[in-house]
């Protein structure tokens, strides 16, 4: 028997019409040099018309691919409003890809037309020459006409004004019929080796996912809310929190480029968000300035929501404790759009154990299910206990990659089993629903045949009072294949020794699991999405760049 209900595609145009339709009083606000900048949901509804018009002038028809080269902002917003919503499909460049990737991607989504913001027309310049599928540049922002335009016209590429495209174009447009399975977005994943490999969102993908952001499990968001996505835009479309921000009513709050913890602050009490999403580096760096400035609270924020990598434990107590933030793990990856799983713990838990579950990185949410698989590929139980690598399934977990190369594609259909996603991350499940990892597969330490997870060591470290940052990897060792290294930043003005870190760990890990090898540095290197860069610790002491204390 078939259903009765009607068949309204789930698409982000829906999204478009009702944020324009049913709140148009609610605001985006975008942080400026001095201040900010706001514009109405009403305002952007004509807007996103007018940027239609003007795209569909420029020649973009059918699925052509419209990228952006954009902060946080509101014209960044309006371009996920507009180019889906015309039948198109956006490309969120990642604006911290090395040269040679950036032009890879480009060329691989074959993009046709390339909006930038004024402030970043000098990085995108030097390699637009050979984005060779672009055509046209569309500067935006307040400063665009000061901008450098000739660097972008040397490419012989056409360079146009956001603005004056806009006002010169029709204020209306005839939306098309989408169907919700067709391409809406892409994103290339970045930390992989090899070329980025692009995952392409649909519209209905993008529409529940962005129902599972709103849900009461994870953001709860309603029109009362006012949204900071800190994440960026171009990294995983800023996890959902535009489209699930508008699907609720709930206004925005972007910060563009200005995201050091003293202009993020300041922004912050300034626009007032209530919910909050950005990796742990950057409320780490919030904290640290919040702690050098008694005075200041964040007492706008009811939910600070953190991932992209592990969220110690010791970080999520002292932003409660000190500052009243209270911060939940999420985990995903750009192949899950990205939200999976958030760490709300379960009913009539201790205190104690309450803390034990906000640092797994989280249940479930309905519509992702997932396993953990032994290096043999059969299934472990989900126990808590059992390790091996965790494999997702969902409406919003990509299938494949976007046409991977020749010589990578069998490396591509590898990350696929059965129907399953493969993560790449080790780490065991429990009988709730909980995800608890303990690395990434090409992060893991391996001694003597036995696991050492870093990350547990790593989320110690950090909490000893005299420790910034800290990140372990494995170091080859000749008796036990793998030993771990522990590189740390001390914080400044606090002063600490291996031995005394080594002791603090004895607490909590097995002698064999302690790292004896040791290394002070003045900052982990990140990756292009502010993650610690493993690889380049690893290669740093490879090439003996390293001053190992052992
Ligand atoms: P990249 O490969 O560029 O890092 P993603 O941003 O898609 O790409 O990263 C996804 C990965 O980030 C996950 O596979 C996982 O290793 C890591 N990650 C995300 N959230 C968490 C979390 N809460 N705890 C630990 N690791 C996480």
């Known amino acids: 028997m078939r259903s009765t209900m009607q068949d309204d595609q789930l698409t982000i145009d829906a999204i478009r019409r009702h944020v324009v339709a049913v709140h148009p009083d609610g605001e985006v606000v975008t942080a400026t040099a001095d201040g900010s900048r706001t514009r109405s949901y009403a305002e952007l509804g004509e807007r996103t018309s007018r940027l239609a018009s003007a795209l569909r ?188 921000a508008m699907m609720s009513g709930a206004s925005l709050c972007m910060p563009d480029r200005w995201l050091q913890a003293e202009p993020l602050v300041r922004f912050v009490t300034e626009s007032r968000p209530t919910l909050s999403g950005g990796v742990p580096t950057v409320w780490n760096d919030v904290l640290q300035h919040l702690d050098a400035n008694p005075g200041t609270r964040l007492d706008s924020l009811r939910l600070v929501l953190c991932g992209g990598s592990a969220v110690p434990v010791s970080l999520q107590q002292a932003l409660q404790e000190r500052h009243g933030i209270m911060v939940r793990q999420a985990w995903g990856m750009t192949e899950t759009s990205p939200v999976a799983s958030l760490g709300l713990p379960p009913l009539g838990c201790s205190e104690e154990e309450q803390w034990r579950y906000r640092g797994t990185q989280g249940r479930l949410l309905c519509g992702v299910s997932a396993r953990i698989v032994a290096d043999d590929q059969s299934v472990l139980p989900a126990d808590g206990a059992s390790v091996g690598e965790l494999e997702v399934r969902g409406p919003w977990v990509t299938a494949s990659y976007y046409r991977p190369e020749e010589s990578e594609r069998e490396e591509a259909e590898a990350k696929f089993h059965d129907g399953w996603l493969r993560t790449g991350d080790v780490g065991h499940l429990d009988e709730l629903g909980y995800i608890s990892l303990t690395d990434r597969a090409k992060d893991v330490i391996k001694s003597g045949g036995e696991w050492i997870s870093s990350v547990d060591l790593e989320n110690a470290l950090m909490a000893h009072d005299a420790v910034l940052e800290a990140a372990v990897v494995a170091i080859p060792d000749e008796k036990w294949q793998e030993r771990p290294l522990a590189s740390v930043v001390v914080r400044d003005g606090a002063s600490v020794t291996a031995d005394e870190l080594r002791e603090h760990l004895a607490r909590d890990f097995a002698k064999w699991q302690l790292p004896d090898a040791w290394t002070f540095i003045d900052e982990v290197p990140r990756t292009s999405v502010g993650k610690f860069d493993k690889k380049v610790l690893r290669r740093r002491f490879a090439d003996g760049e390293l001053r190992v204390e052992q």
Not at 162 to 180: G, H, M, N, S, V
């Open 57 to 244: 002038g420029l020649g973009v028809d059918g699925d052509q691919r419209v990228a952006t080269f954009q902060w946080n902002n509101v014209e960044h917003l309006e371009a996920y409003l507009a180019v889906p919503s015309m039948g198109a499909v956006l490309h969120t460049l990642n604006i911290r890809l090395f040269p040679e990737q950036l032009v890879y991607v480009a060329n691989h989504a074959e993009d046709h037309v390339v909006i930038v913001d004024d402030s970043l027309v000098g990085l995108l310049a030097p390699q637009l020459g050979e984005m060779t599928t672009v055509e046209h540049v569309v500067v935006a922002g307040p400063d665009a006409a000061s901008a450098d335009l000739d660097s972008l016209r040397s490419s012989g590429k056409q360079v146009h004004l956001y603005e004056e495209l806009l006002a010169a174009a029709e204020p209306t447009f005839d939306w098309p019929e989408i169907d919700e399975r067709d391409a809406a977005a892409m994103c290339y994943t970045s930390g992989t080796t090899g070329n980025p490999k692009g995952v392409v969102y649909s519209h209905r993908s993008a529409y529940l996912h962005s129902m599972a952001v709103c849900g009461g499990n994870t953001g709860g968001l309603s029109f009362e809310d006012r949204v900071l996505p800190i994440v960026p835009m171009f990294h995983a479309n800023a996890w959902g929190l535009p489209y699930s």
